[in-house]
């Protein structure tokens, strides 16, 4: 069992940046691949970023470039550092555990959930 708690979102004008963490309880984090979703209001969730169990790294197109994801395992620990941030970016930030070497765009195939974090952009 995994149990992940995010945190960093805030209120931040756009351009700006801010970085969201997940920290993960229970054992064996480095076997599990992990990616972050978004979801904003109306609409359905979406996958953003996400990175497997040997740190390879994959991302939306809506993101690349601007939001780079990275973990450590000796912290349990994953994180989300967002810049040059868009309006369209407001959202609620989810934080989502696989347990596989590979990750995936699917939400439908991750097997545990964090209890997400606001992310707001003003214009």
């Known amino acids: 069992q995994v149990q992940l708690v995010e945190s960093g979102g805030a209120l931040v004008q756009a351009g700006g940046s801010l970085r969201l963490s997940c920290a993960a309880s229970?054992?064996?984090?480095?076997?599990?691949?992990m990616a972050w979703f978004r979801q904003a209001p109306g609409k359905e969730r979406e996958f953003v970023a996400g990175?497997?169990?040997?740190?390879?790294?994959y991302y939306a197109d809506s993101v690349k470039g601007r939001f780079t994801i990275s973990k450590t395992n000796a912290q349990n620990t994953v994180y989300l550092q967002m810049n040059s941030l868009k309006p369209e970016d407001t959202a609620v930030y989810y934080c989502?555990?696989?347990?596989?070497?590979?990750?995936?765009?699917?939400?439908?195939?991750?097997?545990?959930w964090g209890q997400g974090t606001q992310v707001t952009v003003s214009s």
């Open positions: 229970g054992r064996a984090f480095s076997t599990y691949a």
């Open positions: 990175i497997s169990r040997v740190f390879s790294t």
């Open positions: 989502a555990a696989k347990r596989a070497t590979a990750g995936t765009r699917e939400e439908g195939l991750y097997d545990y």
